[in-house]
């Protein structure tokens, strides 16, 4: 919770909340996704790592997650509350998952992931950078697989680079072009703060 708070007043626009997500949000992100044989997940923007528990909790044996952290400080807290200890005590999964200390825009991924958990507060950027990462995500993703992300309910506009805001630019603009041809649905979580609009998209096969 501290370290949350301490990195939003260091980089409020990156990190987009005071807090972390909810438990029930994390569900919400999460529901569904260990199906069927061996998988790869990708995590971006963990933070904290409410995801990323549920995310460890839902993994079997051989399947694999990687996870994407834009903050140095962020990375030393995941690894040593959360992946450190899920490893020693799951040892001969311990190489299944990966952190990547990196903007995700910058990460070289191999595509093919079977689900995308995306923690960016994407109603903090400037529309160019939403699209791009949508875009970049939607690529990374195996047919029929699925990306997951979240918004404040009410947070219906984007910012511009400096932090005006830019009311042209909603959200729904983006996730209408980027992600045509898909199917979404959305869970509105009241048991986070704020309230939350959890969307789950599923590629075409
Ligand atoms: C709103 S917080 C969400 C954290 C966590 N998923 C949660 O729900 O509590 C956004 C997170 O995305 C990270 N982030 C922001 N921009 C990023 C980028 N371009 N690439 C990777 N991570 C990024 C921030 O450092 C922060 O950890």
Redesign the pocket.
Known sequence: MLT?LR?FFR?A?????I???SPA??RA?VHGIATGAPQRWL??????????RSLLAAKRPGDRLVI????KD?CVRLDADILAPWKRANPEQAAEVVLIN??????KLEPGFDHV?C???FN??PPE?VER?MVQLRALIRPAGSLRY?AYVGARTLRDGRGALRGAAPLAAIEDRVLAGCARTSDVVMANIPPAKATTVILPS
Not at 43 to 52: A, I, K
């Open positions: 949350f990195q980089d626009r990156n990190t987009g909340s807090m972390p997500s949000l994390a992100m995590e971006v923007g963990p933070g904290t790592g409410p995801f990323t994407v952290e834009l903050s962020f990196a903007p995700i825009e910058d990460a958990v923690g960016l507060p903090n950027f950078l990462i979240f």
